[in-house]
T-cell receptor
Framework: DTGVSQDPRHKITKRGQNVTFRCDPI?????LYWYRQTLGQGPEFLTY????????KSRLLSDRFSAERPKGSFSTLEIQRTEQGDSAMYLC??????????????FGQGTRLTVV | QQPVQSPQAVILREGEDAVINCSSS?????VHWYRQKHGEAPVFLMI?????EQKGHEKISASFNEKKQQSSLYLTASQLSYSGTYFC?????????????FGKGTLLTVNP
């Protein structure tokens, strides 16, 4: 499978627990984005990386959210002390650079988080 | 700041046409269009990079008015398979970081 891979696909956790999601990009895709999507809404920007460098983190995100992309390959998104409001689909998308522009975004299937 | 899409929802009969609009308050470098079906990941439709550019793929085409910071997606002779939520994604001109921000989506339902 040469697409964007996310793991796990589903996660149910108790409020207050920490969770970590993983995204494996398409090979040679050096731009990686994390989005959060709730029912009936568009993907909400969380953060993005160029290789291992985190370029921006959404101001809407609390300090409970952190993301990493060590060595510019896979990325992890961690949510500490989860709250019920964190329940959502977490999408990863990657892009490849072609000269001075980037290609379209390829999305993973997402991780659906349910906080109970 | 995320782009604004209109309308929020459209219901069509098979064979009818629809237009979905996307606008931004910022000067745009590009506009992307994606379609998402229930329970699936968004799938790429097209990118528009230049002012006044129009692209097409079979019966789905789009335009990009750089000066007005607006884009429109045109679906002609709609098919049942066109049903889904359509998102526009925009990259603004500021800097060169290519941050991709999405609108809230337009739910398109095509009925027989």
């Amino acid at each position: 499978d040469t697409g964007v891979s996310q793991d796990p696909r589903h996660k149910i956790t108790k409020r207050g627990q920490n969770v970590t999601f993983r995204c494996d990009p398409i090979s040679e895709h050096n731009r990686l984005y994390w989005y959060r999507q709730t029912l009936g809404q568009g993907p909400e920007f969380l953060t993005y990386f160029q290789n291992e460098a985190q370029l921006e983190k959404s101001r809407l995100l609390s300090d409970r959210f952190s993301a990493e992309r060590p060595k510019g390959s896979f990325s992890t998104l961690e949510i500490q002390r989860t709250e019920q409001g964190d329940s959502a689909m977490y999408l990863c998308a990657t892009r490849r650079r072609l000269g001075t522009v980037f290609t379209e975004a390829f999305f993973g299937q997402g991780t659906r988080l349910t906080v109970v | 700041q995320q782009p604004v899409q209109s309308p929020q929802a459209v219901i069509l009969r098979e064979g009818e046409d629809a237009v979905i609009n996307c606008s931004s308050s910022k000067a745009l470098y590009s506009v992307h269009w994606y379609r998402q079906k229930h329970g699936e990941a968004p799938v790429f439709l097209m990118i528009l990079l230049k002012g006044g550019e129009q692209k097409g793929h079979e019966k789905i085409s789009a335009s990009f008015n750089e000066k007005k910071q607006q884009s429109s997606l045109y679906l002609t002779a709609s098919q049942l398979s066109y049903s889904g939520t359509y998102f526009c994604g925009t990259e603004d001109v500021k800097g060169s970081n290519y941050k991709l921000t999405f609108g809230k989506g337009t739910l398109l339902t095509v009925n027989p």
